[in-house]
C-alpha cells in the first residue's frame, strides 16, 4: 500500500522547489524539480516559475495515489491570515497571492502557506535533530537568519505567521544597522555575508563564507576572530529567546553553521555564561539534523502533520 503524499513548495530568494513527500517525511525519488527566483525576476517570472515546478511535481503522483494536499513554505514576511508573501529579497512580490496561485493549478486541493523558518523548524521537529522535542527554535543561518518556534509540542501562535524571528533580535554588545530598520540584530552581525564583510573591514581579503571557513581552518586570525564573532552573537541571541521561552534545544542549519565546528563552540561558550540562570544554560544546541531536503520536508509537514498547526 502507498503511503499519502503531500505536494511540498519551498519558495526562496534564490530558487523555488517542489516535490513529492510521504508521510514517512521520505521525498518521492524523481519527484523533486527546481526553479530559479532572484531579486532582478518580475512577477510573472516568478509566478510562471512557481507554477512549472508545481506542475512537473503534481505530473509525478502515481496513478491512484493520494494527495493529500499542497504545503508551501515560503520566506517572509508573510500574511498567514490571506496566505501572501512579500519575501524581503524578492522585490516584485508584495502581498501576492501565492497560496492562491498554486491553488489554482490544482483542483480540490487544499493549501497551507507558512513562513519558511517554520517549515524549518517542523521538519527538525519531525526527522531531525529536534526529533520528539517539545520546546525547539530552528534557525537557519545563510544568507540571512531565520528561524521558527515549537512550543509544547505545536507550532507557536502566530497571528501575522511571522513569530520566531530570531535574526532579528537585536543583541548586546553589538550595533550593526539592519535592514529591518533595526541596529545590531542577528542577522545584521552573524549572517554569512556580513560575518565576512566585518573579517574584510579588519583586512580579510577572501569574499565568501567559503572563503573564511578555508582561512578559519588554516587559523587565520582574522577568521577565526570572525567566526568567535558570529558565534558569540548566535549564543547571545539563543540566551535571549531561552529567557523569554523556555528552550530544551536549539538546531542551526543552514550554508554559514558549516563554516566551522567553532561556530557552535562559540555559541555554546556565550550560552554557558549565562551560569546565574541553570535553565538558559541547559538549552542543547545541535546542528540541524537535516539534509538540503529540509525546507520541503517542513513544507510537507504543514500537510501531514496538522495537528502540530494551531
Ligand atoms: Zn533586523
Known sequence: MSHPLALAVDFGGTKVEAALVDDRGTLMPGSRHRRPTGPTATSAELEAAVHEVVDAA???????????GVGIGAAGPIDVEHA??????????????LGASVAGRLRDVPVT???????????EQWVGAGRGVDNLLGMVVSTGIGGGLVLGGRAVPSPTGNGGHIGHIEVGGFDDPCACGGSGCLEAVASGPRTVSWARSQGFTGET??????????GDPIAVAAVHR???????????AANLLDLDVVAIGGGFSRVSP???????AALAERSGFPFVARVRIVPSGLSDEGPLIGAAALVHRPELLI
Open 58 to 68: 503534481y505530473a509525478a503522483v502515481p496513478r491512484g495515489a493520494a494527495l493529500r
Open 113 to 123: 502557506l507558512r513562513v519558511d523558518g517554520l517549515c524549518i523548524t517542523l521538519a
Open 84 to 97: 501572501r508573501v512579500s519575501p524581503l529579497n524578492v522585490i516584485a512580490w508584495r502581498d501576492f497571492p
Open 262 to 268: 567553532a561556530l557552535f563552540e562559540h555559541a555554546r
Open 230 to 240: 558570529a558565534g558569540t552573537a548566535i549564543g547571545r541571541a539563543v540566551a535571549s
Open 209 to 218: 563564507g567559503e572563503d573564511l571557513a578555508l582561512a578559519h581552518a588554516a
